[in-house]
């Protein structure tokens, strides 16, 4: 019988167990050892079957409890546990330690003098910094993920976190979270969605000083209206704002708002994303006001799923008196943007009737024109469709600084958003990148992590793993060799129990009985090569390239002295019926009797199941087409382990792949337009690669017995590549080159500041037509050169004296830069590393209005080497030369416009 009505019975701790509540409200037991201990202790089968401290409390017997209360050792345990966290989410950190340090150096007349000032004018790092994700993954337990990007999101609270960074956490909370998978009988992908009460999860509602809940409110066309609550995790010392818009005030629409992570349709989308971005700035309006938070200084916006947060803070300085424009510069000035996405198909796109629709005096933003907040987001460049408004460009138009999270990727993304700055190349874009990173705490398995304690003491290596230091790395290098291969077979050991247990799970689901499943007890082998591929199945991962060639696969797997074995996992889209039919093909392989104790698919991949893999596996497999993985952590996490990577050139694999601590699978670039022979290609050289190298690599044994080349390729894993790939190393980049300039920029840009930007850019936009370079011409000072035009040679270390005849129009020598551009050129006469010289006026205006601008320009590369010159607006309150998307280049018939100097 169903019931009327639900409601969440909390346990009444005894007194002496009253901190186990605080421990299990804050997230930070999902990374901290020592608490998830004291939680198994608890009730060791109903930690190990749910691993959720919330729920384990809302289970145990009384009785129970009252065991433990009485058990002097348990209860010290507790104490020590309890007042760790306290000290941890109080005491100074990396961030306070490094804002000191600037204190000392900006304000060396001593801390009274410093106390004396304003905080907003202190030093410069952000008083808060708010992060935007529209997923995060922080554990199991809050199942708010789909893939990459919320892991990535949730790495980047929990390493702010450890480093102290004052961050507030900003996303949807999810009624249904993403869909569970499981298998039909024949290997089609089947979804389900759990529903998710919140009072069950470790998240507490925000509430007004009188009790009632903290309520967020959009309007929406039609008078209707969209609430949300606003429920708040607590992330180690970072809080983590979720809006729900299952409220009963809201109409049965609007309250499926959030239903489910990445559903329904284009308006559905449309909805979920300004109350992400609109909605999720009033929550965190209305969470510093009720906790005394510092308000934020900086807005991060992870991906463009959350960029109407900017449009909402330019409309709250357009309520304050500003006009837009001023409003839109002030806001810029504080925004970081972070895109994930290498293909112009991966962005959120919407029509644009559908946007204007929600916007305007009948809806959302009504003091901001619909034809403003449009302009931001069209896609009114070369090659863009300008009926679509695109949440990336309106993220890169409202940001200061913006960063691919990858070399490569920062280079994809400044070819793919060029034509929002034509006129330069794609290489001085400004999109710079921040190779993203994982939070070892939460990968790196206990038995890896007490395997290094043993070396460097417990407290050492947390800090190795949560802040990074090269020198505690090193360390890891005097693990004897018999000790690493006594560790990887322990966890190759544990994986193949996991992989045996979840398959007979999936078989049974797959309507398999008991009886006909004993086969699984002989799957995997503890002592074969084991080889892991897990992630999301979009096309351009490829999770079926390994089976190009089934006999040859068929005889790696099955090959009697040098066997490899490979544990597959990953999700396909629940619209997206070719990722689908890719995990069917697979699975019915792996069905194969001759081959099913040697490789298998796992169904319903996700943080728990990830933790095994990564530690129990040999190599970890990545085959996207690239350049289209922007980054791809999970080799990351697989690395911190000691599993050495197998993959493309693609993401940070090309930024820091060396042969001693893995291999490169290469790419048949030349085919890249036929995308049968390119995956037959590359499937071979993936095949020759395990069968020639990997495999024998594996399983060549020394004179002690062990494979030492193997073992020493697995130290240099975690010596060299360890603290390159942590989530700490990343999250300081940000600060110190994002953060704490966009804090700067933030300050610096008050209303009049920022209503004088906004009117010299007018002015300057306005202008620029009649900017043009009308002459160049050069004279050797040091060498003789003839015409650049000639195409002759000269001397390295010569000096070329550039003369530039400009006209300005309207404009003044200090609204401008005038630069030559100069460096070694292609076939095609392309400057290709250029180097800028800047020239100084130095007559003029003529009576033509034109000004002569002049400068050396010193050959100081030998080979084909050319220069230009060009005409760029100057402010110094501009980020960038490039900010305004403006610049004035020769024509070609402007005397010695581009000329070559040196062949």
């Not at 330690?97 to 003098?113: A, I, L, Y």
Request: proline letters at 7%; aromatic letters at 6%.
């Amino acid at each position: 019988m169903k019931a009327i009505r639900r409601f969440t019975v909390r346990p009444v701790l005894p007194a002496p167990l009253a901190p186990l509540a605080e421990l299990a409200r804050n997230l930070r037991w999902s990374w901290h050892a020592a608490t998830r201990d004291l939680f198994r202790d608890v009730d060791p089968v109903l930690w190990d079957a749910d691993g959720d401290p919330v729920r384990l409390l809302g289970s145990v017997p009384p009785a129970r409890l009252a065991e433990l209360a009485a058990d002097d050792d348990f209860v010290r345990r507790l104490g020590e546990c309890a007042a760790d966290l306290r000290a941890y989410v109080t005491g100074p950190r990396w961030y306070q330690e490094h804002q000191d340090r600037q204190d000392r150096q900006e304000h060396p007349e001593g801390r009274e003098r410093r106390d004396s000032r304003s905080a907003a004018s202190d030093g410069a790092l952000p008083a808060a910094v708010a992060y935007f994700s529209p997923e995060f993954g922080i554990t199991a337990a809050l199942p708010q993920y789909s893939g990459g990007l919320g892991i990535l999101a949730g790495d980047h609270l929990k390493a702010a976190s450890d480093l102290g960074v004052p961050l507030i956490g900003v996303g949807l909370l999810y009624r249904h979270g993403y869909f569970r998978q499981s298998l039909t009988r024949d290997g089609w992908q089947q979804e389900h969605y759990p529903v998710l009460d919140p009072n069950e999860l470790p998240l507490t509602l925000l509430r007004e000083p009188d009790g009632t809940p903290a309520l967020v409110r959009l309007a929406l066309p039609g008078h209707r209206a969209l609430r949300a609550h606003v429920w708040q995790a607590q992330v180690g010392r970072v809080p983590l704002l979720l809006l729900d818009s299952d409220v009963e005030e809201n109409d049965p629409g609007a309250r499926e708002v959030t239903d489910r992570l990445y559903g329904g349709g284009s308006e559905h989308r449309l909805l979920q994303e300004m109350l992400l971005g609109i909605g999720g700035v009033r929550a965190v309006r209305a969470y510093c006001r009720l906790t005394g938070h510092p308000e934020p200084e900086v807005f991060h916006t992870n991906e463009g799923h959350a960029g109407f947060l900017g449009l909402e803070r330019v409309h709250e300085r357009v309520q304050g008196g500003l006009a837009f424009d001023a409003a839109l510069e002030a806001v810029r000035a504080g925004t970081v943007f972070t895109t994930h996405t290498p293909v112009p198909a991966g962005i959120d796109r919407f029509d644009r009737e559908l946007v204007a629709h929600h916007f305007g005096p009948e809806a959302e933003l009504p003091h901001i024109d619909v034809e403003l907040i449009l302009r931001l987001g069209m896609e009114t460049y070369p090659g863009g469709e300008p009926n679509l408004f695109n949440m990336a460009v309106m993220g890169l138009r409202l940001a200061r600084g913006a960063n691919g999270v990858s070399t490569l990727h920062g280079r994809v993304s400044r070819e793919m958003f060029q034509g929002l700055w034509p006129g330069f190349d794609p290489e001085e874009v400004p999109i710079t990148s921040v190779t993203n990173g994982v939070h070892a705490p939460t990968w790196v398995a206990p038995e890896v992590f007490r395997c290094g304690a043993g070396r460097i003491g417990a407290g050492r290596t947390d800090q190795a793993l949560s802040v990074g230091d090269d020198e505690r790395w090193d360390a890891v290098a005097g693990i004897p060799d018999g000790d690493i291969w006594l560790l990887r077979r322990e966890l190759r050991a544990q994986l193949v129990y996991e992989v045996r247990r979840r398959l007979h799970v999936s078989w049974r689901q797959r309507g398999a009985a008991t009886a006909e499943l004993g086969w699984i007890d002989e799957v995997l082998d503890p002592d074969v090569l084991t080889i892991g591929f897990a992630r999301r199945v979009p096309a351009y991962k490829r999770l079926t390239l390994m089976l190009r060639d089934r006999d040859r696969l068929m005889e790696l797997l099955t090959h009697p002295d040098r066997p490899v074995q490979i544990v597959v996992a990953g999700k396909a889209h629940p619209a997206d019926d070719g990722g689908k039919r890719l995990i069917q093909d697979l699975v019915r392989f792996t069905d194969d009797p001759r081959v099913r104790h040697r490789v298998v698919f796992l169904p319903d991949y996700g943080m728990a199941m990830a933790r095994k893999l990564y530690a129990g596996c040999d190599v970890w497999l990545n085959n996207p087409l690239r350049p289209l993985e922007a980054c791809g952590t999970s080799g990351m996490k697989a690395a911190l382990n000691g599993c050495l990577n197998l993959s493309v050139l693609d993401g940070w694999w090309d930024e820091w792949f060396e042969p001693d601590f893995g291999w490169a699978i290469p790419t048949a670039d030349g085919a890249a337009t036929d995308e049968h022979r390119r995956d037959d290609l590359e499937a071979a050289a993936l095949y020759d690669l395990l069968e020639r190298r990997v495999a024998p690599r594996f399983y060549e044994h020394g004179p002690e017995g062990l494979p030492d080349r193997w073992i020493e390729m697995v130290r240099r894993t975690l010596t060299r590549l360890g603290p390159k790939v942590l989530a700490g190393r990343m999250v300081r980049e940000y600060v110190e080159r994002l953060y704490a300039p966009a804090a700067r920029a933030h300050r610096m840009l008050d209303a009049d500041a920022a209503t004088a930007l906004a009117a010299w850019k007018s002015r300057v936009r306005a202008a620029w037509p009649r900017v043009a370079v009308d002459h160049v011409e050069t004279a050797a000072t040091a060498a003789t050169v003839a015409t650049a035009a000639l195409g002759t040679t000269a001397e390295l270390g010569a000096t070329v004296a550039l003369r530039v005849r400009v006209r300005l129009g309207e404009l003044t020598p200090d609204d401008v830069e005038v630069q030559a551009l100069a460096g070694r050129v292609d076939p095609e006469d392309h400057i290709t590393d250029a180097t800028p010289v800047p020239l100084k006026p130095t007559s003029g205006p003529d009576a033509e209005g034109a000004l002569l601008y002049e400068g050396p320009l010193t050959l100081d590369r030998t080979g084909p080497f050319g220069y230009t010159v060009r005409v760029l607006p100057a402010h110094r309150l501009l980020s960038d030369s490039t900010e305004l998307g403006l610049v004035a280049l020769p024509t070609e018939t402007t005397g010695e416009a581009a000329g070559v100097l040196m062949r």
